[in-house]
């Protein structure tokens, strides 16, 4: 199985703040990676899917970068409603694991 | 605009066989670019990939759950669901259900999710 790893596990940060996560697979998974943001009592959204594309109705403060087995999320300008937990998930081999997810929560 | 909804008993003694349904509403789920899964996690914990499927059988599972596991589609009543047997505390959790694009890969709709307890 891939192994997917996440730094750091939780950050504090303000409005405004750029903010980036890293996401690693423990094999080369391509571009095969995607991130959710998870609200509290909320199913996960899809933000990025193949590492760099923003899903449709995502705002553009939202970009993924990276392929191979080292990927970044990163917010360019933090909003009060992106305070939230953000997962990456490998979609290049089944089982299609999560990683532990990064809360961001407000500093 | 198209919607899953998770149904199913919210507690599971131990031993017995968890099941749970989704209904897709809204549009078909005779899709043959889609794909349909299931996502769990545990109380404060993070996501755990179950499995998934394609309309027309192609199954994937997650190997430590794969003995325990069905997943299965019913065209006629535009639902997917999920079998889990010999369940264990271990298997508490939020159940989702959702929807893949293009095959197994990354999740674009979502279900609001039903907690599933096992205990006696």
């Known amino acids: 199985d891939i192994q997917m790893t996440q730094s750091p596990s939780s950050l504090s940060a303000s409005v405004g703040d750029r903010v980036t996560i890293t996401c690693r697979a423990s094999?080369?998974?391509?571009?095969?990676l995607n991130w959710y943001q998870q609200k509290p009592g909320k199913a996960p959204k899809v933000l990025i899917y193949g590492a760099s594309n923003l899903q449709s109705g995502v705002p553009s403060r939202f970009s993924g970068s990276g392929s191979g087995t080292d990927f970044t999320l990163t917010v360019s300008s933090l909003q009060p409603e992106d305070f939230a937990t953000y997962y990456c998930?490998?979609?290049?081999?089944?089982?299609?694991?999560f990683g532990p997810g990064t809360t961001v929560d407000i500093k | 605009q198209l919607q899953l909804q998770e149904s199913g008993p919210g507690l599971v003694k131990p031993s017995e066989t968890l099941s749970l349904t989704c209904t897709v509403s809204?549009?078909?789920?005779?899709?043959?670019?889609?794909?349909w899964g299931w996502i769990r996690q545990p109380p404060g914990k993070g996501l755990e990939w179950i499995g998934s499927m394609s309309y027309s059988g192609k199954t994937y599972y997650d190997p430590s759950l794969k003995s325990r596991l069905t997943i299965s589609v019913d065209s006629s009543k535009n639902q997917f669901s999920l079998k889990l047997t010999s369940v264990t505390a271990a298997d508490t959790a939020v159940y989702f259900c959702a929807r893949s694009f293009g095959g197994p890969d990354y999740f674009d709709l979502w279900g609001q999710g039903t907690l599933v307890t096992v205990s006696s």
């Open positions: 809204g549009g078909s789920i005779s899709s043959s670019i889609h794909y």
């Open positions: 998930q490998q979609s290049y081999s089944s089982p299609f694991t």
């Open positions: 094999q080369n998974i391509s571009s095969d």
